[in-house]
């Protein structure tokens, strides 16, 4: 899917709406992100201004692309502007045959933008329940409209008051069908 996403950041760069801004997030479709959470991570981080760097979002260790998976991706300004100075070598030399995640961090490391890490950026797991810790900026793989508004619902406080769990009756499909479907 590489080949993809390198397109979708070549019209990125053709519109040129990202250098108003001092970050570009890349969220996935079945991500359900929350900007306000991210911009309190951000903040916590106290990253240094303009300099290039992107943020590694889990503490999955390989399983996790060594801290940086798809799902959600964050980029300074600057780094993204050393993508683009650097788009086609990276194409070149790196290639387009692996994950676009792979490929992205690849690139990053490759092209000296530096990183941080944000371990509670996300945590994967298709469960919306999960979508309670607010300690979490992202949530993902959410995988059905259904699974997808819940998540949402949750994570603005939607949920039974006074509990501190998901209690607002059956999805469809239930997420205890995914569980034996993951390949986590």
């Known amino acids: 899917n590489t080949a993809v996403f390198v397109k979708v950041w070549d019209q990125v760069r053709e519109d040129g709406r990202y250098l108003r801004y001092d970050w570009t997030i890349k969220a996935d479709a079945d991500c359900v992100f929350l900007p306000d959470r991210l911009r309190q991570h951000i903040w916590g981080l106290r990253v240094p201004p303009n300099q290039a760097i992107y943020l590694k979002n889990n503490d999955q260790g390989a ?3 060594d801290g940086f998976l798809g ?9 993204v502007e050393m993508y683009f100075d650097n788009s086609a070598d990276c194409a070149k030399y790196l290639g387009t045959n692996s994950g676009e995640d792979g490929y992205f961090k690849g690139c990053m490391d490759a092209i000296g933008v530096g990183f941080m890490l944000d371990s509670q950026l996300f945590h994967p797991n298709y469960d919306p329940s999960k979508c309670l810790n607010a300690a979490h900026a992202a949530y993902h793989p959410i995988k059905f409209d259904t699974h997808w508004q819940r998540c949402w619902d949750l994570s603005f406080g939607g949920h039974c008051k006074g509990m501190a ?5 059956q999805l469809n499909p239930p997420t205890s069908s995914l569980a034996m479907s993951d390949p986590r």
């Open 71 to 79: 799902a959600i991706e964050v980029f300074t300004k600057k780094a």
């Open 63 to 65: 399983r996790g692309n």
């Open 165 to 169: 769990f998901d209690c607002m009756g």
